[in-house]
């Protein structure tokens, strides 16, 4: 399973971005690999509108099936709840995205149920 966190950096030792459409990068972790990548959020990082569907497209043609960020905004997390992409909540987390997978699979992060986020532009 590829599990993404949004971060600051592209690597696991990246510091975590609680944006989601407008995170510096996703750092995927391959839990069958056991292997680490990462891809920039360029495209959206200074979108007008509609980063937060721009990034849920582009997270979902990656292969992710868990996404850990900090906020989503509801059209964000109408493509992801679509793309059946679970999104867990970073809460106050302010660690590396090696940090956060940690948290994920030791069962410390909540899920996220509904959109948390209603405008996260700079």
């Known amino acids: 399973m590829k599990i993404?966190?949004?971060a600051h950096g592209e690597d696991r030792q990246a510091t975590v971005d609680s944006r989601f459409g407008r995170a510096d990068y996703f750092v995927l972790y391959d839990?069958?690999?056991d292997a680490w990548t990462a891809l920039p959020n360029t495209q959206n990082l200074e979108a007008a509108h509609g980063a937060g569907i721009q990034a849920g497209q582009t997270l979902a043609k990656t292969g992710a099936r868990v996404l850990i960020t900090g906020h989503v905004g509801p059209k964000a997390f109408k493509?992801?709840?679509?793309e059946q992409i679970a999104m867990y909540s970073l809460g106050e987390m302010n660690g590396t995205a090696?940090?956060?997978?940690?948290?994920?699979?030791?069962?410390?992060l909540t899920a996220i149920a509904v959109?948390?986020?209603?405008?996260?532009?700079k």
């Open 31 to 33: 839990e069958e690999k």
């Open 79 to 82: 493509v992801l709840q679509a």
């Open 4 to 6: 993404a966190i949004t």
């Open 115 to 121: 959109p948390n986020a209603l405008d996260m532009k």
């Open 98 to 108: 090696a940090e956060a997978l940690a948290a994920f699979q030791s069962g410390k």
